[in-house]
């Protein structure tokens, strides 16, 4: 009877597979993202792209929830499963966020330092994408995961660096003459940085997950 009703129960691995779709979700948001960033005629496709991959973010962080609560055995804690998947979906979301600014503003063009931010941006996407099937065998993966959870830190380190540079450049080239520029020039650096602030909480969850694990 056990046997019976434990097969009706989501499987363990059923976890990894929706970690791993909401992970290459989220990859192909930061593309798309690149590509805003990029500026030209396509822009508003790929915003439009954005919004639905985060529409479908949602819809695997509302399913990872249900699994928590239906699950018997879950391959880690069950507030780790949750925190590891809303950071994730923040960093979507966020990218979200940045989408409303550009679309609200009807910003065509991006300065040098936006594009790089996108550029770095996609990196740490692709690094989480990464990470996250290998929490699969957490103990044999451990060197890995942690180099990696290393590398966005340091990606997010040079996110600071792009902005804070990115607001000096503004302010020289704008400053009093054009307060409006300065403003949706500060806005949108701001929010490219916490995409990656995001990337940097998926990892500080990965390295969490590593530790109490191993």
């Known amino acids: 009877m056990l046997s019976w009703f434990r097969a009706l129960m989501p499987r ?6 929706l970690f791993d779709a909401h992970a290459l979700t989220v990859v192909e948001a930061a593309e798309a993202l690149e590509q805003v960033l990029a500026g030209g005629p396509d822009i508003e496709r790929h915003c439009t792209r954005i919004v639905e991959l985060e529409d479908k973010a949602d819809r695997i962080t509302a399913d990872v929830l249900l699994a928590v609560r239906k699950s018997f055995i879950t391959p880690f804690d069950r507030g780790d499963i949750k925190d590891l998947i809303q950071s994730l979906d923040d960093a979507i979301d966020m990218m979200h966020k940045t989408v ?20 770095i941006i996609v990196k740490a996407a692709r690094l989480v994408a990464e990470a996250v099937p290998l929490l699969h065998k957490i103990g044999a ?42 403003m949706i020039g500060s806005e949108l650096y701001g929010e490219l940085e916490k995409v990656v602030d995001r990337f940097e909480d998926v990892a500080n ?10």
């Open 141 to 182: 993966n451990a060197t890995r995961l942690n180099t990696i959870a290393e590398e966005v830190m340091r990606i997010e380190g040079r996110a600071d660096e792009l902005h804070e540079k990115g607001l000096k450049d503004l302010f020289q080239r704008h400053g009093a003459a054009n307060p409006m520029a300065y």
């Open 12 to 17: 363990e691995d059923r976890f990894f597979d």
């Open 205 to 214: 969850e990965i390295s969490g997950i590593v530790i109490e694990n191993v």
């Open 100 to 119: 409303k600014t550009i679309r609200l503003f009807e910003q065509k063009s991006f300065d040098p330092g936006m594009r790089e931010m996108g550029a």
